[in-house]
């Protein structure tokens, strides 16, 4: 047999009539029948497999049965990956905003006007003066005379004897290394600690802030007034978490240690140890 009879053969069967019958088993009667060829069947059955396909599907697409197949989100899911993409576009806007405040900042404190904010001449109708400018810390010098009045920080030349604070715990500010010790004589009136990068700076007592912000020389600093007259002072941090009139408790995070400020050598604590105005050495009571 060739090919060409083979085909007209296959063709033929194809195009062939069957009947498909339902007889009833008990009285031989027929009861549904249906005359047929193998190419209805090919059809009908594609037909169907269509149907199916499209209607899994619609199925899938708009309803909530979706949400049972491995591996796709389901709508609480979804609402979190949008609520952390808004956060990150927020997130995204706060730093902007926080970087072109610095940046304002800086500008500020280089003796410049930030370029956003200056005005030209033609546009003010003003008339232009050319102008020197002189940088000078006068303003940090006033400052920190201003605290120093303040808080009445001087060392006392006179012999009196001092109420005993050696019953008083202090809580440790930060653990570390001390790399400068008390000394009069060079007037450091304080101990420069030396600990972990990013490391917590700790209230040593319970207290109220009387002064947070920056200087000149010693950057952010941070002041605490407790009882018994005494006074707590923690300079050259990186960041204060703190502000001024907050209530704090001995062991409160109060700052980050930092480099901050032109009076530094490196990140490191500067802390300062008052008792009615009188500077005291702070490893006399406190264990670093």
């Given at each position: 047999m060739n090919r060409k009879e083979l085909r007209k053969k296959i063709f033929q069967m194809l195009k062939d009539h069957y009947r498909l019958i339902i007889y009833n088993d008990s009285s031989i009667q027929t009861v549904w029948s249906i005359k047929l060829t193998p190419i209805k069947v090919l059809t009908l059955g594609s037909l169907g497999a269509i149907l199916l396909i499209l209607l899994t599907t619609i199925i899938i697409a708009y309803t909530p049965l979706r949400e049972n197949i491995p591996g796709y989100p389901s709508a609480k899911v979804r609402q979190q990956i949008i609520y952390n993409y808004m956060l990150v576009d927020s997130l995204e806007n706060e730093i902007k905003n926080r970087d072109s405040y610095f940046e304002k900042i800086r500008t500020l404190f280089?003796?410049?006007?930030?370029?956003?904010?200056?005005?030209?001449?033609?546009?003010?109708?003003?008339?232009?003066?050319?102008?020197?400018?002189?940088?000078?810390?006068?303003?940090?010098?006033?400052?920190?005379?201003?605290?120093?009045?303040?808080?009445?920080?001087?060392?006392?030349?006179?012999?009196?004897?001092?109420?005993?604070?050696?019953?008083?715990?202090?809580?440790?500010?930060?653990?570390?290394?001390?790399?400068?010790?008390?000394?009069?004589?060079?007037?450091?009136?304080?101990?420069?600690?030396?600990?972990?990068?990013?490391?917590?700076?700790?209230?040593?007592?319970?207290?109220?802030?009387?002064?947070?912000?920056?200087?000149?020389?010693?950057?952010?600093?941070?002041?605490?007034?407790?009882?018994?007259?005494?006074?707590?002072?923690?300079?050259?941090?990186?960041?204060?978490?703190?502000?001024?009139?907050?209530?704090?408790?001995?062991g409160d995070a109060i700052a980050i240690m930092g480099n901050s400020g032109e009076l530094t050598t490196g990140p490191h604590l500067h802390f300062e140890l008052w008792h009615n105005g009188t500077a005291l050495d702070p490893e006399t009571y406190i264990d670093f």
């Amino acid at each position: 047999m060739n090919r060409k009879e083979l085909r007209k053969k296959i063709f033929q069967m194809l195009k062939d009539h069957y009947r498909l019958i339902i007889y009833n088993d008990s009285s031989i009667q027929t009861v549904w029948s249906i005359k047929l060829t193998p190419i209805k069947v090919l059809t009908l059955g594609s037909l169907g497999a269509i149907l199916l396909i499209l209607l899994t599907t619609i199925i899938i697409a708009y309803t909530p049965l979706r949400e049972n197949i491995p591996g796709y989100p389901s709508a609480k899911v979804r609402q979190q990956i949008i609520y952390n993409y808004m956060l990150v576009d927020s997130l995204e806007n706060e730093i902007k905003n926080r970087d072109s405040y610095f940046e304002k900042i800086r500008t500020l404190f280089q003796g410049e006007v930030p370029a956003d904010e200056s005005v030209s001449p033609a546009d003010s109708g003003l008339k232009t003066y050319n102008v020197k400018f002189k940088s000078t810390n006068a303003d940090s010098i006033f400052q920190d005379k201003l605290l120093e009045e303040k808080l009445n920080l001087s060392i006392s030349n006179n012999s009196k004897k001092l109420p005993s604070i050696a019953n008083i715990h202090f809580f440790t500010p930060l653990r570390g290394l001390i790399t400068n010790k008390f000394n009069t004589k060079t007037e450091h009136l304080a101990v420069d600690i030396v600990g972990s990068p990013n490391s917590r700076i700790s209230s040593v007592l319970e207290g109220t802030v009387i002064f947070a912000g920056w200087t000149m020389d010693t950057g952010y600093s941070i002041y605490i007034q407790h009882e018994n007259n005494i006074i707590s002072a923690y300079k050259h941090n990186a960041e204060l978490l703190k502000e001024v009139g907050e209530k704090v408790k001995a062991g409160d995070a109060i700052a980050i240690m930092g480099n901050s400020g032109e009076l530094t050598t490196g990140p490191h604590l500067h802390f300062e140890l008052w008792h009615n105005g009188t500077a005291l050495d702070p490893e006399t009571y406190i264990d670093f």
